[in-house]
């Protein structure tokens, strides 16, 4: 049985979200778990690495900016990243790990993964729907709307907006996620005319459970998902979702089929009630009996899948240094993460195997050129003597003109006769070379 | 009986499409007609894939502006100061030589499936040439794709067809054309002036099983990967059988688009798969998988827009007729007619209608549907058959 490390994020120790998929793994492989919380105050554990290189494959869920690291290490690795999370980033994010099996719940993500020429594997997961029986009827018009992300709009404001008085009454789960504060000039307590009844979290979930079981219309309580597990718990309960029209959000809500989209263009919805609703309640709890068939038949597909993860060919010397240079530039923030990555188009372009304009203006679809770079384990020593000796090469100079090779924690000579020379660095200071050098 | 016949297609250098499939289908029905059907197509055919399909690689790919598949370096076309020339120059010089390394002669045929505007023009300036190896026959099949791909070198590309089919005629070769639907078979006629006939393809194979009775009734779109060919008013078509269709009975099956256009319509393609019970596949599908679509289908829907299928056929139509699959397409497509000739599915005026015929034949018996796929496919093929009888008549 093949072994995998699973890394997963910190808040899943207390949200579980991933337990689901972890319970599948563990169908056809051997476990091993780390969750890791969010930097700057964790720095990275380095331990992690040494975890990793006794592991078949690493399977990285929402840690997808870790990838190129065990990737560096030569060990087959599977991405499962998420829309919230990952959408903004460039596509040399992706190319960066363009030797790893990515597995995604966002159809918008798998494509454009895909069309960069990485390998992607669609996954569409549904819940267990509730028996029919079971599912919530719309005699009355019962809302609730979990405020987790007020200062995203998505608030009691927004609801008074968008419905006015086709409402009289609401539940507002007040509990913004942590780090949320509440957006100013939209005041926390008002009613806006509707009876609201609130609950927060307290040392118990069930008043919102409670209040969520009472419930037939539910706001999607944040702009985009990753997977979804609440609305989509809503339609397995044939409520009518009302969702912000963005993954994945969008990729399970047909609108005005199986619950309504809006966004920002919206100024107003005429909420559909008694049978219209249910119309719409029905075929979204019916989405998610067919879905749940075709979810648990994929799974097989899923698993072969994963434990099909080749080995990477393009490796690193010094992955550690890799992993703490990245681990930090990513948490500084999207601009230092963005720069580490503007930074490091000749890693970048070694380990996705494109050349450095193609990685530096990286367009869908293109095929782009490959080059032909031999692993660093592949230069010998003889030939890294031979240009130490040939007089031709300045070492000092290259390792002070390209600080990566210093990240690299490579030999210049090594690292110029590797990448350094593919990318049409010079091997010492001339009058031509100091203006290439700081061109690249 | 011809002795040989060449069945040319420059335009056959993709390892999938029409163009490869073509090549099959006549190598096997031309059979009929001659000792040896010969396929050649492309010099740039992949290897493996000419040498499954016993195609010969011959033609220069003079289409790389329109079918992009070398690099500058390989396109021989690429810095041409004059393309009509050279273009003409380029078919002229592969013609000559397939007429030499396969000793085309009298009692053999030039044999061109879906005819492009370069092989026209090229045969129009070897008229002498192929005189003096005895004016074998020359068949021009045209289905409105390739015949008018002059690459702007002309004002208007159909009056160069038709000057140069005029100069064949006057040259005194023997030249039949044919058309593969009765709107282009009459158009090219009166462009023309000579007969033209009609020649869908042949019998592409056998007709399949019914669809099991189920309470799940299969739509497919195959080849839908194209704005022409109705992919953007898929998800109106879908989302209002949806609305009719609670029960989730009715489910579709398309194709998205190529990904250098897909990664444009991420938005679109979501909604798409957003419809419950859409199943979305990539836009190339190896045989194997189109197979096992048509064998699992219980109906074909062919939403193209009517204006550029004005005069040309589908082969999806054509293939779902000869499997016995029945079919719906938009009023005004020249396929429409040979559906609602043979009674092939039903004709709709609009998207609307569309919707309600999807809904009315997934509440018909199986049974029924494919009674009559096999009457349209009798009747359909009875007058290919005789077509082509008379065409290839030696």
């Known amino acids: 049985m093949k072994k995998i490390l699973f890394v997963g994020h910190g808040m899943h120790t207390e949200t579980a979200s991933s337990r689901f998929f972890e319970i599948i793994l563990e169908k056809q492989f051997q476990l091993d778990r780390v969750y890791l919380p969010d930097g700057p105050d964790h720095p990275f554990d380095l331990s992690l690495l040494e975890r990793a290189r006794g592991v078949d494959i690493v399977v990285l869920w929402q840690r997808d900016f870790l990838a190129p690291v065990f990737l560096g290490m030569g060990i087959p690795t599977v991405v499962i990243p998420m829309y919230d999370g990952s959408a903004l980033f460039p596509d040399s994010h992706w190319l960066f790990a363009a030797e790893a099996r990515f597995a995604n719940f966002c159809l918008y993500l798998n494509e454009r993964i895909r069309a960069l020429g990485n390998a992607s594997h669609i996954l569409r997961y549904f819940p267990e729907p509730v028996p029919e029986a079971q599912r919530v009827r719309f005699d009355t018009t019962r809302p609730i709307i979990w405020t987790r992300r007020p200062n995203e709009g998505l608030n009691l404001q927004l609801v008074h907006k968008l419905l006015g008085s086709q409402i009289t009454s609401i539940h507002v789960h007040d509990a913004p996620d942590p780090g949320v504060s509440w957006p100013a000039g939209c005041p926390r307590d008002e009613s806006f005319g509707y009876t609201v009844t609130r609950t927060q979290w307290g040392q118990s979930k069930q008043p919102y459970l409670d209040a969520l079981a009472g419930a037939n219309v539910y706001f999607a309580p944040r702009l985009a998902e990753g997977i979804g597990m609440g609305f989509l718990e809503a339609m397995a309960h044939g409520m009518l979702v009302l969702a912000w029209d963005l993954p994945t959000h969008n990729e399970y809500v047909a609108n005005w089929i199986n619950g309504i989209l809006y966004d920002a263009n919206c100024s107003e919805l005429h909420l559909p009630t008694g049978e219209a609703a249910d119309r719409l309640g029905y075929q979204a709890w019916r989405t998610v009996v067919e879905g749940r068939k075709n979810w648990e038949a994929s799974i097989p597909a899923i698993l072969e899948w994963i434990g099909g993860t080749p080995v990477p060919t393009r490796t690193l010397p010094n992955p550690e240094a890799l992993a703490v240079e990245i681990w930090n530039s990513f948490f500084a923030g999207i601009d230092s993460y963005n720069a580490f990555l503007e930074d490091h188009g000749d890693l970048i372009a070694y380990m996705s195997g494109k050349a450095h304009r193609r990685v530096t203006s990286a367009v869908h679809g293109e095929i782009a050129d490959q080059v032909a770079v031999k692993s660093f384990t592949q230069i010998s020593r003889d030939e890294i003597a031979e240009l130490r000796e040939s007089g031709r090469f300045d070492a000092d100079w290259y390792i002070r003109a390209f600080p990566d090779v210093a990240l690299l924690n490579m030999d210049p000579a090594a690292h110029y006769l590797w990448i350094g020379k593919h990318m049409g660095r010079p091997k010492r200071a001339t009058q031509q070379s100091r203006g290439a050098a700081q061109a690249v | ?394």
């Open chain 2, 1 to 394: 009986m011809f002795a040989k016949i060449a069945i040319c297609d420059p335009v056959c250098i993709q390892s999938f499409g029409h163009n490869l499939n073509a090549q099959s289908y006549y190598r096997n029905y031309l059979k009929v007609f001659c000792e040896l059907p010969i396929c050649i197509g492309s010099k740039h055919l992949d290897q493996a894939v000419a040498a499954g399909h016993e195609i010969h690689r011959s033609f220069s790919h003079v289409y790389n502006r329109d079918i992009p598949v070398l690099d500058k370096v390989d396109d021989p076309l690429f810095g041409s100061a004059d393309v009509s020339r050279d273009a003409t120059r380029l078919l002229r010089e592969d013609l000559l030589e397939i007429l030499s390394t396969f000793s085309i002669g009298a009692g053999d045929a030039l044999f061109f499936p879906s005819v492009d505007f370069w092989s026209i023009r090229a045969l129009g300036h070897m008229g002498d040439e192929l005189l003096a190896r005895g004016n074998p026959a020359i068949f021009l099949r045209f289905i409105g794709v390739m015949e008018s791909a002059d690459q702007g070198c002309f004002l208007d590309a159909m009056a160069e067809v038709v000057r140069c089919v005029r100069v064949m005629l006057a040259e005194g070769l023997d030249l039949r054309i044919s058309a593969e639907t009765p709107a282009y078979a009459k158009h090219l006629s009166e462009l023309l002036g000579v007969r033209v006939l009609t020649t869908p393809y042949p019998e592409v194979g056998e007709m399949l099983p019914a669809t099991p009775e189920s309470e799940i009734f299969r739509v497919a779109c195959p080849g839908s990967a194209r704005g022409d060919k109705g992919y953007f008013v898929l998800r109106d078509i879908f989302a209002n059988v949806r609305l009719h269709d609670p029960e989730q009975r009715i489910r579709f099956l398309l194709q998205r688009l190529p990904e250098r256009d897909n990664v444009h319509h991420l938005k679109y393609l979501s909604q798409l798969y957003a419809v419950p019970g859409v199943s979305i596949l990539p836009s190339v599908l190896d045989k194997a998988d189109i197979d096992r679509i048509y064998l699992e289908s219980d109906l074909i829907v062919l939403p193209y827009e009517a204006h550029i299928y004005k005069l040309r056929g589908s082969a999806v139509t054509m293939e779902s007729i000869a499997y016995g699959r029945p079919l719906l397409a938009l009023e005004g497509t020249a396929f429409a007619e040979q559906i609602s000739d043979y009674g092939a599915g039903q004709v709709c005026a609009d998207i609307p209608a569309m919707v309600d015929a999807i809904l009315n034949f997934s509440r018909t018996p199986k049974s029924t549907l494919q009674e009559n796929c096999i009457r349209a496919r009798r009747d359909f093929f009875i007058d290919v058959n005789a077509s082509y009888q008379e065409w290839l008549a030696a």
